[in-house]
């Protein structure tokens, strides 16, 4: 029984070890990026929307059961989050405090939501697709990443370069995560409908 554990644990304990790491890289690049980037590239790197893609594609990457992935893209948010106010701190644009603010602590929990949502859909977007309702399971984890890009460019509409440059995104995760043309729609009538509650999401949490 112990040398059957052993492996699993070491297995997480490696993959949480990476998604923290990255979760490092993730907040510094954002803060670095939307100071460096002009308008609406800036925008993007900004974007709620976007650290969910970065925990989407983690949670697809790792090749791990969806509720690791799930531990490994709320771990990736949540170290994103803590690094960027650091870093902020690090240049004079914020102060410790701010660690600790309810606008940071509502982020954190945001994180933890977000990545663990986006981390096990990344993870279930590998699964196999057949014709069978588990089948839908792939093609509406991919869905969701989309939906979600399409959620916050319609709140960005009133910027229109920064709600199209979203949308391409979107429809660029679409194109490389869809396994066939039978995926690919699929995906794509999910998307609007998940679109929707996360617009409605994007709302309760006070975007």
């Given at each position: 029984?112990?040398?059957?554990?052993?492996?699993?644990?070491?297995?997480?304990?490696?993959?949480?070890?990476?998604?923290?790491?990255?979760?490092?890289?993730?907040?510094?690049?954002?803060?670095?990026?939307?100071?460096?980037?002009?308008?609406?590239?800036?925008?993007?790197?900004?974007?709620?929307?976007?650290?969910?893609?970065?925990?989407?594609?983690?949670?697809?990457?790792?090749?791990?059961?969806?509720?690791?992935?799930?531990?490994?893209?709320?771990?990736?948010?949540?170290?994103?989050?803590?690094?960027?106010?650091?870093?902020?701190?690090?240049?004079?644009?914020?102060?410790?405090?701010?660690?600790?603010?309810?606008?940071?602590?509502?982020?954190?929990?945001?994180a933890v939501v977000a990545g663990a949502g986006f981390g096990a859909?990344?993870?279930?977007?590998?699964?196999?697709?057949?014709?069978?309702?588990?089948?839908?399971?792939?093609?509406?984890?991919?869905?969701?990443?989309?939906?979600?890009?399409?959620?916050?460019?319609?709140?960005?509409?009133?910027?229109?370069?920064?709600?199209?440059?979203?949308?391409?995104?979107?429809?660029?995760?679409?194109?490389?995560?869809?396994?066939?043309?039978?995926?690919?729609v699929r995906a794509a009538a999910l998307c609007v409908p998940l679109?929707?509650?996360?617009?409605?999401?994007?709302?309760?949490?006070?975007?």
């Amino acid at each position: 029984m112990t040398q059957t554990l052993a492996p699993a644990r070491h297995d997480a304990a490696v993959v949480l070890s990476r998604a923290a790491a990255l979760g490092v890289a993730l907040g510094v690049a954002d803060l670095v990026l939307i100071r460096l980037l002009p308008y609406p590239l800036a925008d993007l790197a900004n974007s709620s929307a976007v650290w969910a893609l970065a925990a989407f594609v983690l949670g697809r990457s790792l090749r791990v059961p969806p509720g690791l992935a799930a531990a490994a893209g709320a771990v990736l948010l949540v170290v994103g989050v803590a690094s960027y106010y650091l870093a902020a701190a690090v240049v004079d644009l914020a102060s410790l405090a701010s660690f600790v603010t309810p606008t940071t602590l509502s982020w954190y929990a945001m994180a933890v939501v977000a990545g663990a949502g986006f981390g096990a859909a990344g993870a279930v977007s590998t699964g196999p697709v057949s014709a069978g309702p588990a089948g839908w399971a792939p093609s509406g984890a991919v869905a969701l990443v989309v939906g979600v890009l399409l959620a916050e460019a319609w709140l960005r509409r009133a910027l229109p370069d920064t709600a199209l440059l979203t949308v391409a995104v979107a429809l660029a995760v679409l194109a490389a995560t869809s396994r066939g043309p039978a995926s690919a729609v699929r995906a794509a009538a999910l998307c609007v409908p998940l679109g929707v509650l996360c617009v409605a999401g994007f709302a309760l949490a006070g975007f």
